[in-house]
């Protein structure tokens, strides 16, 4: 059972925030009146937070992963420089959005100059992230920081226990990965909202979410407080923040990167795993990342990570393969809910961005979502999730809003019984029989007479949602379901003077017209836009590769049309 709280919850949360504003240097806090200008403005990403900053951290902050690291090979950049500018721009980020939960400035400069010792000595990079500061969603645990994931009550303990000895001790494995690999952990983040932080809300317009739940570190990349993030998805925890705000993403095929020691809710549902996700500002940046991750061979730390290491045959290279053009899948809607106008837009510059290039698209008619949607939340949340319940009532802080339908009444809601689980099973595993069978039957359709590559489709139906404005998420948790690896690529902005409804636009279900019913041009303009890529199971390297191919179209498809339909 719970324990009784010792202190009001409140209390514990300002010693928290006193804690942490001690972590920022004096040099780099913002003053009360850049702060509150912040807030009056409906965007603070780009030219605003870029204006706070010196052309050295501009310089820094602005340049992709890849070229940071070619970059500190040739000896233009040292990583105490990259790690500097990134810790001071993550530190503006924190004041103006509220992102960190945990900050470690001050160890990640000294693993910086450790990097830049070993680089004078031997002449070479400890690794392929040499020097690339990362942040994280607040359930990866970090030698020297605590993890609450926004829970009060976990707050110095190590998962609401005390005395375990592992309190700031313990470190994931893709932790330890990381570290081997060059990259430096300089703060972690909180979930969408949380009683600690508040509600973090998206930079690009500042009355929308940021999306959950890995959204602060969604705000985080968009803000460029690190080179890279990394996240967890179940349900599109990954995938919606990072179409929210205008990133790329991965959320792999589970078992590809290794989950082992991360703090997680549910922590013994297997079926359906949470995989770890990651965010970037570009496609190369989520393939470095994610190869580095395989060279570590992580299976054989992990006994759940599959022992795969990165296959170059299922990448797709557009020089080499110039006479073969991959054949994709291509779904508007899935039947159920229609994408709200600047979605819509954004799927159709996709469209006609991959057929000025040469690539076929093929219209992508799969087994209901709704089937998905019967499979997702009792598989998810069959055990009335009492890990969070206990985990709330350790401090006594009010449940948020968004998970009030979790526990009604504020009240713990009783288990699934074991044989209707074991039949939602069941219909999982049918369900995925029948889309691989659908998606093996598309090579009828192909002028490659094999399978379609990958499918494009909505993340969400949204471009940025209004808080306590989120109906649909089947797009995103249909994929958790099937457990097929999916990549966001940002497309376009919603424009309220182009993004209107269709004068002719039915409704294709209840449920469409009353998501359709949320849609305001005027609350919505200015979010970023974006579409989802994904694949065939564990086919997480062509499902990448594909994407790039999708990025590099866009880009020719905007210099000669400038991204108008």
């Not at 992709?64 to 040739?74: E, G, H, K, R, S």
């Not at 980020?93 to 945990?102: F, G, I, K, R």
């Not at 607040?138 to 309190?167: A, N, P, R």
Request: charged letters at 20%; a negative charge; one cysteine or more.
């Amino acid at each position: 059972m719970p324990a009784h709280p010792s202190r009001p919850w409140k209390e514990v949360v300002a010693d928290k925030l006193t804690a942490d504003r001690a972590k920022i240097p004096e040099h780099w806090r913002l003053s009360a009146d850049v702060i509150a200008a912040a807030k009056t403005r409906k965007q603070i990403a780009g030219d605003f937070v870029e204006g706070l900053l010196d052309s050295e951290t501009r310089h820094v902050t602005s340049a992709d992963a890849p070229d940071l690291v070619a970059a500190i090979a040739n000896g233009s950049l040292t990583a105490v420089q990259v790690v500097t500018a990134y810790c001071k721009r993550a530190a503006f980020a924190h004041q103006l959005s509220n992102l960190l939960l945990e900050i470690g400035f001050d160890t990640a400069l000294a693993r910086a100059n450790e990097l830049d010792d070993y680089f004078k000595t031997n002449n070479k990079l400890i690794g392929p992230l040499h020097g690339l500061p990362v942040t994280l969603k607040d359930q990866f645990h970090v030698k020297s920081l605590e993890t609450s994931m926004g829970f009060v009550g976990w707050i110095g303990t190590f998962e609401g226990k005390k005395g375990t000895g592992k309190e700031k001790k313990l470190e994931s494995q893709v932790i330890r990965e990381l570290w081997s690999l060059g990259a430096i952990p300089i703060g972690k983040a909180p979930e969408t909202n949380n009683n600690i932080l508040g509600y973090t809300w998206n930079p690009y317009n500042q009355r929308l979410s940021s999306g959950g739940s890995s959204g602060g570190e969604g705000v985080m990349q968009a803000l460029r407080g690190s080179a890279f993030g990394l996240g967890t998805d179940i349900g599109g925890s990954v995938s919606m923040p990072a179409s929210f705000q205008g990133l790329f993403s991965i959320k792999p095929s589970s078992g590809r990167i290794s989950f082992r020691d991360v703090a997680n809710t549910g922590p013994g549902q297997q079926v359906m795993p949470t995989t770890v996700g990651i965010m970037s500002r570009s496609v190369g940046t989520l393939k470095l990342v994610f190869k580095s991750l395989l060279t570590t061979e992580p299976w054989l730390r992990d006994p759940n990570t599959l022992p795969i290491p990165w296959r170059v045959e299922k990448e797709y290279d557009a020089e080499k393969e110039h006479d073969y053009k991959p054949a994709f899948g291509f779904m508007a809607n899935d039947g159920v809910v229609t994408p709200h106008p600047p979605i819509s837009r954004a799927l159709g510059i996709v469209k006609r961005a991959l057929e000025e290039s040469g690539y076929q698209l093929i219209d992508w008619v799969p087994p209901s979502n709704n089937e998905s949607a019967q499979i997702h939340g009792p598989i998810a949340r069959g055990d009335g999730c009492p890990d969070a319940y206990e985990a709330i009532q350790l401090s006594g802080e009010p449940i948020v809003p968004e998970i009030d339908n979790v526990f009604p009444g504020g009240k713990l809601r009783q288990p699934m019984p074991l044989p209707e689980y074991e039949q939602v099973v069941l219909h999982m595993k049918d369900f995925r029989n029948r889309y691989n069978d659908y998606w093996m039957s598309s090579a009828q359709n192909t002028h490659t007479g094999r399978p379609v590559e990958a499918v494009i489709s909505p993340v969400t139906p949204y471009a940025g949602i209004l808080p306590g404005k989120f109906q649909y998420s089947p797009y995103t948790s249909s994929l958790n379901v099937l457990d097929l690896p999916s990549v966001v690529i940002p497309v376009t902005f919603a424009d309220k003077a182009v993004d209107k409804l269709d004068p002719n636009y039915a409704p294709l279900t209840e449920k469409d017209r009353v998501n359709m019913a949320l849609y305001d041009a005027e609350a919505h303009d200015g979010a970023p836009a974006a579409v989802q890529l994904f694949g065939r199971r564990w086919d997480d390297e062509r499902v990448l590769s594909m994407a790039q191919l999708i990025a590099d179209a866009l880009e020719k498809y905007n210099r000669k049309h400038g991204g108008q339909p």
